[in-house]
Nanobody
């Protein structure tokens, strides 16, 4: 599975962005998908994950209630809708694929995409 993230950019605090991650390969719908982020000088952080069916999701404490993960298996794409953005959300965002939501939460991923930069100005 190859993953291509897009949708990053510069946004003011309080604004919204939607990230997309397009996957190649016929097995996309069998993988749980997730988003991670890494800010300069900080460790990688789990953001959100979604099961292969979309029926189960999990979010990190810092984004819960503001970010929503979703997927469209017909389009081989997973999304991250980010609302009420804060300057501390500034980071490179990565999408990843794994066997379950549980393993994604702990960062055990089978595939990683390249990152897309999100910058939130105050």
């Amino acid at each position: 599975v190859q993953l291509q993230a897009s949708g990053g950019g510069l946004v003011q605090a309080g604004g919204s962005l939607r990230l997309s991650c397009a996957a190649s390969g016929r097995t996309f719908s069998t993988y749980a998908m997730g988003w991670f982020r890494q800010a300069p000088g900080k460790e990688r952080e789990f953001v959100a994950a979604i099961s292969w069916s979309g029926g189960t999701t999990s979010s990190g404490d810092s984004v819960r209630g503001r970010f929503t993960i979703s997927r469209d298996n017909a389009k081989n794409t997973v999304y991250l809708q980010m609302n009420s953005l804060k300057p501390e959300d500034t980071a490179v965002y990565y999408c990843a694929a794994g066997s379950t939501v549980g393993v994604l939460v702990i960062g055990t991923c089978d595939y990683w995409g390249q990152g897309t930069l999100v910058t939130v100005s105050s």
